[in-house]
C-alpha cells in the first residue's frame, strides 16, 4: 500500500512499465517513463539546497506531459503543489506566490512573459524552471534519494474564491488525498462504474481546480490513460467533440456547463462516440431535459452525476436511471460514498430528521477533509468544527450548500445559503468581486448578483453606485476587474444607480436588488 501519492505513480509504474500514461498531441509517455521523469525533477528541485519539507511550489503550465511529471516531481521532492491557473491575472498570481511563500515555479516558456510580470510583483518567487527550455538541465540531474514523506504532509494548496477579497487557500494532506482515493474508488465499484487500465479518460479540469488532482489519481491507480485534449479545445463545442472522437475517449468527466453546450451547439448525432463507455458530470443544475436528449443519443453511455467540493472531494454519487428521469423536475446529486456521513442542519445549526421534503444546509463528515485554509484560522473555524452529534471529536465540514431530500433518500442541490455562485463550473464568491469593485476610485457602493443561465451556470452583474460627479463606462470597470480577476469572476454587465436599498438592519437589501433586476 503506498503512503503518498508519488508512491502511487511508482508502484503502478513497477507493475505496468509499459502501459501508456498519458497521451498528448503528437507525444505519449508510458508509466516507467513518467515515474523516471518525475523523479529527475525531484531531484533537480532538490539540487537547490535550500527548499524544506512541506515548501510550496508553484504550477504554471498548461495540461501536458510536462505538467503532470512535475505535479509528481514536486511530491517526490517532499514538497506541496501550488497549481496557478493561466487565466488569472498576475496580481492574483503574485498575491499566492507571496502567501504561499514559493521561490520555484514550474512553467513552459510560452508563458514566459507572464511569468515576468508575475515574478515583479512577487517579493518571494526566486527562480522559473521552463520544462521545455530548461529540459537538458534537468535530465543530466544526479538522481537523488527521494525523502521519506509523512502521510500529514502538505500534498497541495488550491485557491478558491474568498468573501473578504482575497482567494482562499484550501490545504491538503498526502493521507486526506489516498483516503479521499480510496473512497471514489469503492463508491464506484459500489454502484458499477468501476475504471479498468483499458479506459482512456479526457482530462478535462485545469491543474488549478481540484477536480483534475482527482482525475490522474483514479486513472492512474487503475493504469489507465490520460488524453490531453489539445489546447482550447474546450472553448470550441465542434472541436471538443471531434478531439473525444479521436483520442477514442471512454471515460469523460466534465462540467455540467459543458455538457449543456455539447447539447445545444454540438450536433449530436446517435451513437457518434463508439469508444465512450460513461459521463460523469457535476456543477450546477443540469436540467433533466437535457440529460435525456443525451440518454436517448448516446444510449450506450452510463451517467453518472457527482457533487464534492474542494474543501471534502467528492462526497455523493447518482447514477442516473433513464426510467426515473422523466419524472424528475431536479436530477439529485444522490447520497454520500462509503465511508462519508452527511447531515441537514437548519440555519441554527440544528440537526434536522432526514426525510421526504426536508431541507436544509449539509455537513460533511469525510475521512478527506481538507487541513484548513492557508493562513485563515478565522475562515477554518467557521467551515470546520468538532462533530457536536455524535462524541466523537472528528471534524465536520459546513458546506453552506443546501439541500432537499428526495423519495429514495437522495440529495437534491437547491442553491448557496451564502453569496457564491457557480460559473462555467467555477465557485466564486460575489463578495470577493464586490471587494474589487469596492477599490475602483469612481465606485461609492457595489452589488454583485448571479443571474442563472442554463449555459453558464450563472451570469455575473454588477449593480453600482457612483460617487457624485463621476461616470464610468462598462468596459472601464471591467478592464479594472480583469487586474484582480479571473476571467470568469469579470461581471458580464453593470447596472449603475443613484442608490442602493437597505433592509431596516442597515444591510443592502440584496433580494429587493436583485427583485428589481428580474424586472
Not at 510550496?56 to 503532470?68: A, E, P
Not at 482530462?203 to 488549478?208: A, D, T, V
Request: some cysteine; charged content about 25%.
Amino acid at each position: 500500500m503506498f503512503t503518498s501519492l508519488g508512491a502511487l505513480l511508482t508502484q503502478v509504474a513497477k507493475k505496468f512499465p509499459s502501459k501508456v500514461a498519458v497521451e498528448e498531441e503528437g507525444k505519449q509517455i508510458s508509466y516507467q517513463e513518467l515515474d523516471s521523469y518525475s523523479h529527475k525533477i525531484a531531484s533537480y528541485l532538490l539540487s537547490m539546497g535550500d527548499l524544506s519539507p512541506d515548501d510550496k511550489v508553484g504550477l504554471y503550465i498548461n495540461k501536458s506531459i510536462n505538467g503532470i511529471a512535475a505535479f509528481f516531481g514536486i511530491l517526490k521532492a517532499g514538497c506541496a503543489y501550488v497549481p496557478l491557473d493561466l487565466n488569472w491575472p498576475p496580481k492574483r498570481c503574485a498575491y499566492i506566490i507571496d502567501e504561499c511563500r514559493i521561490k520555484y515555479l514550474f512553467s513552459h516558456s510560452h508563458y514566459a512573459g507572464r511569468v515576468s510580470e508575475i515574478s515583479k510583483l512577487s517579493s518571494c518567487l526566486k527562480n522559473t524552471i521552463f520544462l521545455d527550455k530548461d529540459a537538458s538541465g534537468v535530465e543530466s540531474v544526479s538522481l537523488r534519494s527521494l525523502p521519506d514523506i509523512g502521510k500529514d504532509s502538505l500534498a497541495v494548496v488550491f485557491y478558491t474564491s474568498g468573501s473578504t477579497g482575497k482567494p482562499k487557500g484550501v490545504m491538503k494532506t498526502h493521507q486526506a488525498e489516498i483516503r479521499h482515493l480510496a473512497i471514489t474508488t469503492r463508491s464506484h465499484r459500489k454502484i458499477a462504474y468501476s475504471i479498468s487500465k483499458n479506459d482512456r479518460h479526457a482530462l478535462y479540469y485545469p491543474f488549478s481546480f481540484c477536480g483534475s488532482l482527482t482525475d490522474m489519481l483514479l486513472m492512474i491507480q487503475c493504469a489507465a490513460t490520460i488524453c490531453i485534449l489539445p489546447e482550447g479545445t474546450c472553448s470550441f463545442v465542434l472541436t471538443f467533440k471531434e478531439s473525444i472522437r479521436q483520442k477514442r475517449v471512454t471515460i469523460l468527466k466534465v462540467g455540467s456547463e459543458l455538457l449543456r453546450w455539447l447539447v445545444l451547439h454540438g450536433d449530436l448525432s446517435c451513437n457518434e462516440f463508439p469508444d465512450l463507455r460513461m459521463i460523469i458530470f457535476s456543477g450546477s443544475n443540469f436540467p433533466p431535459k437535457y440529460l435525456h436528449f443525451l440518454m436517448n443519443t448516446l444510449p450506450k453511455v452510463k451517467y453518472l452525476q457527482n457533487y464534492g467540493s474542494t474543501e471534502a472531494g467528492i462526497v455523493t454519487y447518482y447514477p442516473v436511471r433513464k426510467q426515473l428521469l422523466q419524472k424528475q423536475a431536479f436530477i439529485p446529486i444522490g447520497k454520500p460514498g462509503i465511508g462519508i456521513r452527511s447531515f441537514i442542519a437548519d440555519e441554527k445549526g440544528r440537526r434536522l430528521k432526514e426525510k421526504l421534503g426536508v431541507e436544509g444546509e449539509l455537513y460533511i463528515d469525510s475521512p478527506a477533509l481538507m487541513l484548513g485554509y492557508l493562513n485563515d484560522p478565522q475562515a477554518t473555524q467557521s467551515a470546520l468544527f468538532k462533530d457536536p452529534f455524535t462524541g466523537t471529536h472528528r471534524f465536520v465540514y459546513r458546506s453552506g450548500d443546501l439541500v432537499r431530500i428526495d423519495r429514495e433518500g437522495n440529495y437534491i442541490y437547491l442553491g448557496r445559503c451564502d453569496n457564491m455562485v457557480k460559473v462555467r463550473g467555477f465557485r466564486v464568491n460575489l463578495e470577493e468581486i464586490e471587494s474589487v469593485l469596492q477599490k475602483h476610485p469612481k465606485i461609492k457602493e457595489a452589488v454583485c448578483l448571479g443571474v442563472p443561465d442554463e449555459e453558464m451556470g450563472n451570469r455575473i452583474k454588477a449593480v453600482v453606485v457612483l460617487k457624485g460627479g463621476e461616470s464610468a463606462k462598462d468596459e472601464e470597470l471591467k478592464s479594472f476587474c480583469r487586474d484582480y480577476l479571473a476571467t470568469y469572476m469579470v461581471p458580464e454587465s453593470f447596472d449603475f444607480k443613484d442608490s442602493l436599498p437597505w433592509t431596516p438592519s442597515a444591510k443592502i437589501d440584496r433580494v429587493k436588488i436583485y427583485k428589481e433586476v428580474e424586472a
